[in-house]
């Protein structure tokens, strides 16, 4: 009874300690995201206009049927799943793949290490930017070099082809982002214990079978969690598309159709709609996603 | 059919040499224990005979076929890690049928043979639980399990038991020695425990520094150590050393310790030497030689005790005594031995013998 009290006690005030701690962030935290947030769901119940942000009346739902009613909402949002979906498993795939190669014990890894974050480190926009120029239909250098190999006699308008300005921007977005899912199944591939390979070796164990039954089930909770990451990245994408092919209705992604509700109609109401609802998007995403992890970690036994 | 032999195996780790040419030859169905002090390479040669350590020079053939490029999965071996190695994803039922699992075994028979392995090494209980569930004890007895149930012809075993309480040890050690017994599978085993290398092993092998200084069964090595090393090695407590001087007197040679004069038969050695004695072999007041001693302390262990005794310039025995001496610290008495149970070593540590012997 005495221990169990005291221990209590302790945890008690570990926990208070913590709080205690944690306030600070929790009050910014509060004050950059909560709040912002907050007034974002109360202003898609009203009709108010950017010029005039304080004059406003409650209109019910009457945005959310503005928005669910508009053709161009639906479009982006397919837009922006499809894109999510196809990025990122193309991302996992190969970032999988290079981590496994990295970790493989060959000379100049570390470099190789350094160099793949290049990609990574550049500010999104001056990748964009640094694309278009290089996907340019007359100027840009994929375009020259395919003339060179003789694959093409014209030079093909990357971003303005309806059909390939997607692939295009996804494909843009693997160039960018694959170093990060790199280096995050990397790190899960350091922790995993080597002689657990020893063993299964001397047990005659297949190099793919260590794979499937070793490898990828240890590091399933590492790929889950850059999974996460960006997912929650992708579904709010906005820089790649918005340079790319600023007007495109092929391209244009939940944030972008946001923006432009707000910024060129003036829209409050509408556009604090449409963002609640990249809100709420992204939430029931996220949670299917940890359900369905949690559901499968629990059925492997992992 | 798989014996090993140890053609002159080297192994270095870029400028470090951590095995210096070891030569051995492990019969069929032979149990050969390595034993040696922390960092002596045990580990590493264990690791070279699985494969898991590529052989630097030298080589390796087990059943007589050389196998210094043969992946370990073809060498048809099954070993206990020291850090155990169990796969932390998968219960101990699964970690104990992996590899069968893989060999495409019938699910019936793969059942059948974790199931006594699981009763037979007492985790039948935990078929359920992870390896992070367990207590370090418990996963060294699935280690041993996922070993067994391959039933190979050739088990390695990197201090299986070094986790066990005293009790369960002895009752690993028995049944390992039983395994053995019944599956007739040669068996390498490193430990650091001088009991289970004396009970388990047909031959102990001591390694000191990446060589072997001596080969032999147990008691050989225990009655006839070959150097200063072994001697001090082998036995427990271990061995005591005096410093004397040996010269030749005629037909005899004549040892001078700091207590006294001894006559020996002839040696052909003559100059600085250690005298070893084993604790067990010192008599209180008696034998063919003796020396003066102070009594320091008497640690009784039950059925015997250990005597620790001052034999002047501040050097200090051990000596065993059966039951409890009627001896207090601080009390003088005579200590002694007979000669054949005496041992010589020259000044490079070489067990010297009379001449003829
Ligand atoms: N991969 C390695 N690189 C460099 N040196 C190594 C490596 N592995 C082992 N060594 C060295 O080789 C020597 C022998 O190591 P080993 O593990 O075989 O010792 P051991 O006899 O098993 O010791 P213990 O009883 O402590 O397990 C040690 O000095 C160790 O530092
Ligand atoms: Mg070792």
Redesign the interface.
Known sequence: MATGAIRIGLNAKRARTAWLFLAPSLLVLFAVALWPLGRTFLFSFTDAFLTEPDIYAYIGLENYFTLFEDALWWQSVRNTLYFTVVSVSIETALGLAIALLLNAHMSGRGFMRAVILIPWSIPVVVSARMWQWMLHDQFGILNHVLKLMGVIDHGIAWTANPDLVMPVIIAVDVWITTPFMVLLILAGLQML?K??Y?????????EW?QFT??TL??LAPSIAVAVLFRLLDALRMFDLSFVLSSNSDDTKTVSIYAREVLVNFQDMGVGSAASAAIFLMIAVVTAIYVTVFRLNRKL??? | MSGIDLINVVKRFGALTVIDGVDLAIAEGEFVVFVGPSGCGKSTLLRMI???EEISDGELRIAGSRMNET???K?N???V?Q?????????VERNLG??LE??RLPAAEIRERVTKAAKFLKIDHLLDR?PAQLSGGQQQRVAIG?ALV?QQKLFLFDEPLSNLDADLRMEMRVEIARIHREVKATTVYVTHDQMEAMTLADRIVVLKDGRIAQVGTPMELYERPANRFVAGFIGSPRMNFLPGMLVREGEESVLSLAGGRHRLSAHDYAGDVSLGIRPEDLILGGGDATLEAEVLLVEPLGGESLVHLNVGDGRSIVAKAQGRPEIRPGATTVVGWNHTRAHLFDKDERALNPRGA
């Open positions: 214990p002689s657990i020893e063993a299964a070796s001397i047990d005659g164990v297949s079978r039954a070793l089930p240890l492997l036994g992992v | 699985a494969g898991l992946p370990p999965a060498r071996i099954a070993m890690f850090s155990y190695a169990l796969y932390p994803h998968m219960n992996f590899a893989t060999a992870r996922r391959r």
